[in-house]
């Protein structure tokens, strides 16, 4: 048994260098066009194509679910370290994937470097800023739709240079990343729940490295600030552990899916206060600094709401019954289904189920019912998952995970010519 393990280790391993190191050495699909930031690896790897980096997903992906079974037989120095390898493989490299860092960065150079609102206007407005060219072109005439709170952390890394402010993200997923990892580790532990098993759970997990930490997304900023607030609530401290809420909603607005069942749970006029407070002064930050734009959190999400992608589950089952797409009766229809389940879920958390779970369950739909699903959206309920009392929930996200990992994988059912 500790051979599987060790072997499974070292595919884990093996695939993220093979994506890194073949990543570094650009003019890769999978790498978006960026500033050279890791040229002491180009020249080791070959040109990252799809079929190469589906195969090593694919590798990735069975190594997880083997070491998860195994989780209790890995003593927890190990998974430690396997985890803390992951990240750091992953953070030498270049940006994986996504684009969406320098939308970040482009926001942030608008407000510092430009004297421009982020929140009225979208990159277009700096097209001869440096940063332009790698912006997403989905995203050029877009405003962002991030928390002014991700707006001012974001800003200090503006005036870093282009260069600079990557690592500049890529340092704060990294940091954000891991004390997710290690407030999830002391969350499993005040539920005895094993730590190191929901360790690897989130820490191994290919979406999360691969894809959230790989592309420095914000999101792992806003699960530092979930995770913090469900320590906080198991230490008894309604109304810091709701403020906590509030911030990550100031940063990614899907925070704020805790917030009901935190205080449904507590039931403590603490709790409420804490959020009011949070609330209150969030909006004044917000509004001194963007206007009124800058707090306008409803607009961004109408905005996104309409945003169509093709790996959206929505979208799937729209084709598996012969839909050529989602229509927008369907974006009704999706959001009358997420209310039921809300409303269910909040239900079941006044008659005492575990508020921490029923959060992870909207989490979960939330990313689900979006026709806009990106893979490290089924991210922001895995921590919850692994230390939520009802285990189904863990089944669940992990499930929604894999057959996210299996769609991306059909490319390789087809014959190389």
């Not at 094993?194 to 999101?219: C, E, F, M, R, T």
């Not at 997420?338 to 269910?344: M, N, T």
Request: aromatic residues 10%.
């Amino acid at each position: 048994m500790r051979g599987l393990i060790v072997l499974c280790a070292l595919v884990l391993v093996a695939a993220t260098a093979e994506i890194v190191l073949d990543g570094a050495g650009g003019h890769s699909p999978l790498i978006p066009k960026s500033p050279q930031i890791a040229g002491w690896l180009s020249g080791i790897g070959e040109r990252l194509g799809y079929r190469v980096f589906l195969i090593a997903l694919l590798a990735f992906t069975g190594a997880y679910v083997v070491m998860l079974g195994l989780a209790r037989r890995i003593s927890k120095r190990w998974a430690i370290v396997l985890v803390g390898a992951l990240q750091l493989i992953v953070f030498a490299g270049p940006i994986l994937i996504s684009t969406d860092v320098f939308s970040y960065i482009a926001y942030a150079r608008m407000g510092v470097e430009h004297a421009l609102n982020p929140y009225t206007h979208g990159p277009i407005a700096i097209v001869h800023d440096p940063v332009y060219p790698y912006v997403g072109k989905d995203w050029k005439h877009v405003a962002t739709a991030y928390g002014p709170l991700y707006s001012l952390l974001s800003y200090p890394l503006a005036p870093l240079g282009l260069k600079g402010a990557i690592w500049g993200m890529k340092l704060e997923a990294l940091l954000a990343g891991c004390g997710t990892l290690a407030l999830t580790w002391r969350c499993a532990r005040a539920r005895d729940i094993n730590p190191g098993g929901a360790l690897l759970a989130v820490g191994a997990n290919p979406l999360w490295v691969i894809y959230g930490l790989g592309g420095a997304h914000n999101d792992l900023i806003m699960t530092l600030f979930m995770m913090v607030a469900v320590t906080l609530s198991f230490a008894g401290r309604d109304a810091p552990a709701t403020a906590s809420v509030l911030a990550g909603a100031l940063v990614k607005a899907t925070a704020a899916a805790l917030l009901p069942f935190m205080i449904l749970s507590s039931r403590k006029l603490a709790s409420v206060l804490g959020a009011l407070g949070a609330l209150v002064l969030g909006a004044l930050i917000g509004y001194a600094v963007f206007g009124v734009h800058g707090i306008d959190v409803v607009a961004a999400l109408n905005r996104d709401a309409a945003f169509v992608s093709t790996d959206s589950f929505p979208t799937e089952i729209a084709h598996l019954v012969g839909k050529p797409g989602v229509f927008p009766i369907d974006h009704d229809l999706l959001k009358g289904a997420l209310v039921l389940i809300v409303a269910y879920l909040l239900w079941r958390t006044w008659r005492g189920y575990d508020w921490i779970a029923a959060s992870g369950w909207t989490l979960l739909a939330i990313s689900v019912t979006s026709t806009w699903l990106l893979p490290w959206y089924t991210l922001w309920s895995l921590p919850l998952a692994v230390i939520a009392r009802d285990r189904r929930l863990l089944v669940a996200t992990l499930a929604v995970q894999v057959l996210f990992i299996v769609h991306q994988l059909a490319p390789l059912l087809v014959p190389v010519s």
